[in-house]
């Protein structure tokens, strides 16, 4: 039997393609293997910035040394956006955009130099395969005509097509907090951003497809859910029938969720500043069955460096969006992306965003440092930041974010949390514990062995920079039984 292995880069919503891929080649009978053993390869990419490049390439070469034998499919966004790039590498098999990604493993498994199972399938498929990029090839890219290539107009796609959900129980023991993707692609325009070219326009998976997904989550044995999109604040709004208000799609989905599922615990992922209304505020607040936990990307704090990005709020509005969130939620965990030497920030500017961020309770920060992304406006602006600067500039925000994350961990010491097991042990001097993550988004090592995909609550006995240490004290009792009683009611 033929075997594949997927390895995911970026977001979470990239991680929620890479299990539907999973699914796809399961479908068709293939089993998961470990890269080293695998027929079939998928590096499920990320191009938000040329490290993410990088890295996709460094994976290509590593796994060209360690299996020469296997099929290499390159998707995602990288494959989306440069696909002649991506073709020309050594080892590549195969470039399948986000444009094909929902119909890959046919792809794979139709395509003549994978050993087809039904010569012509490729041809049938509802985009024109591109064996060659014309836009892409630059001369002595001969490599390319040896390697499939199947990206089309990504903005061709007007809805979200997403592969079935994992059906197997067999998961629940693997996995203990899968993605729900709900919504792809982007209508915001930042001046420095590649993935609305990459994912398209905003799309939503329909209400009924995405209480059928999380139903089958459950049925599973899944305990939390997070929920994911590209730009997930904008759910909704691409669909018929929906609320009049836009900003109110996004908590109807979340009440339908509540409502008519037994799911234990929702997780929302990152939110943009402009769709955290005070309806959203107030529901994740009120419900122990979402958890607390608001991402929040910032980006800057300067408001002219803001406007530079083409962001649609400014400094003082995500100010009091923060301030919101923390006082409806005093444990929450809060973070944010910031991205550092935007071209032409001064030393006035980023100290603006270090006071914006020193200022408000944030437990925990991605910071970024710019880079620079073909086609952008941002890409050709004058005074780019030199790499030394940014750098400098970078390390002073990790060493705030350490150690205003260092201070919230230490607050729930002698504390009780809730948290649910990942299923990931290790040996200490001391004896064995168990990796759990607590509610509120804190790593969590608990004394002992203990089963994954399990919700108990911990007494917290210390803490340190990263991480808390505590003993359960007993299985949280809310559970399935309690959820499914009030769900009948």
Request: proline share 6%.
């Amino acid at each position: 039997m033929s075997c594949f292995h997927v390895q995911n880069f970026g977001c979470r919503a990239t991680q929620a393609d890479g299990a539907s891929l999973e699914r796809q080649f399961e479908q068709l009978g293939l089993s998961r293997a470990p890269s080293d053993l695998a027929d079939f390869i998928v590096l499920n990419t990320c191009t938000v910035t040329a490290a993410a490049d990088r890295d996709a390439r460094a994976a290509i070469r590593r796994i060209r040394r360690q299996n020469p034998a296997a099929k290499v499919i390159v998707t995602g966004c990288y494959a989306q956006r440069a696909p002649g790039e991506v073709a020309a590498l050594p080892g590549v098999s195969a470039v399948i955009g986000n444009s094909h990604k929902h119909r890959l493993a046919e792809i794979a498994l139709a395509d003549g130099q994978f050993g087809p199972r039904d010569p012509g399938a490729a041809e049938s498929l509802p985009f024109v395969p591109l064996s060659a990029l014309i836009g892409d090839r630059k001369p002595g890219d001969e490599s390319i005509t040896g390697t499939a290539v199947f990206v089309s107009d990504i903005f061709a796609h007007t809805e979200l097509l997403a592969a079935p959900v994992f059906e197997s129980s067999s998961f629940a023991a693997e996995r203990t907090r899968p993605n729900l993707k709900v919504q792809d692609g982007c209508d915001n325009r930042c001046s420095f951003c590649v993935i609305p070219s990459v994912r398209g326009h905003s799309r939503s998976l329909s209400l009924d497809r995405i209480l059928e997904e999380v139903r089958a989550l459950v049925s599973a044995g899944y305990h939390e859910l997070v929920l994911s999109g590209i730009n997930l604040g904008r759910w909704g709004r691409d669909l018929d029938g929906g609320p009049q208000d836009p900003s109110r799609a996004l908590p109807s989905l979340i009440r339908a969720i509540l409502a008519e599922t037994s799911l234990q615990k929702l997780r929302i992922s990152s939110v943009e500043p402009m769709d955290w209304s005070d309806e959203l505020i107030s529901l994740v607040a009120s419900s122990s069955r979402i958890a607390k936990h608001a991402h929040v990307p910032l980006q800057s704090g300067s408001d002219t460096v803001l406007r530079r990005m083409h962001r649609k709020y400014r400094p003082w509005h995500y100010r009091g969006k923060i301030e919101k969130i923390h006082a409806a939620m005093p444990i929450a965990a809060i973070g944010a992306d910031v991205m550092i030497g935007f071209p032409g920030e001064t030393d006035a500017e980023f100290e603006q965003t270090r006071r914006l961020i020193e200022d408000l309770p944030f437990t925990y920060l991605h910071v970024f440092t710019y880079s620079a992304r073909p086609g952008t406006p941002a890409a050709s602006m004058p005074n780019q930041v030199p790499a030394s600067v940014a750098r400098e500039r970078s390390r002073t925000l990790r060493e705030l974010s350490a150690a205003k994350h260092a201070a919230f961990l230490h607050s729930f010491v002698g504390k009780n949390l809730d948290a649910i097991t990942l299923g990931k042990t290790r040996s200490e001097t001391d004896g064995e514990s168990t990796e759990a993550l607590t509610d509120n988004f804190l790593k969590l090592s608990l004394r002992g062995m203990h089963a994954p995909n399990c919700w108990i609550s911990a007494r917290i006995e210390s803490s340190s920079q990263e991480s808390l240490a505590g003993t359960i004290t007993e299985a949280v009792r809310r559970p399935i039984e309690a959820v499914e009683a009030s769900f009948a009611g």
